[in-house]
């Protein structure tokens, strides 16, 4: 499991949306104070912990990726409105940009993970190719 490149970046993405829980998102506002935040960070960090856990079901994993992956975007363009809305005032900080890195973390452990899923059916094909000629 920890041996391929994608449960790396499913790790980092996992921690990514962790750090939320305690990271603020501007000078003194936590992302946690705003519930639909809270709400949107907690399911979040949930589908990256099942895609990082559910490693011998690659097309539920690839699932659970992509979902995690639409809801961190999901997340960031709601951060840019408010940002937008809310003008100059408050600054921003880093971890507002924590969800576009998840994003783009999950989108290269989803690419890894249909390769491997392709490889272990070819083989299974060519297997089963073999098992028929004999």
Known sequence: ??????????????????????????????????????????????????????????????????LGALLALSLQLWLVVDFILTGNEPIFRLPALFPLVAVILDILAARGIWADELMVRSASRLRASKRKKH
């Open 1 to 66: 499991m920890w041996q391929r490149v994608q449960t790396l970046y499913l790790a980092i993405s996992t921690a990514l949306f962790a750090a939320l829980f305690f990271c603020d998102k501007a000078e003194n506002v936590s992302f946690l104070s705003y519930w639909p935040y809270a709400v949107l960070i907690i399911i979040g960090a949930l589908l990256h912990f099942l895609a990082l856990t559910s490693w011998k079901f690659r097309v539920f994993q690839v699932r659970t990726t992509v």
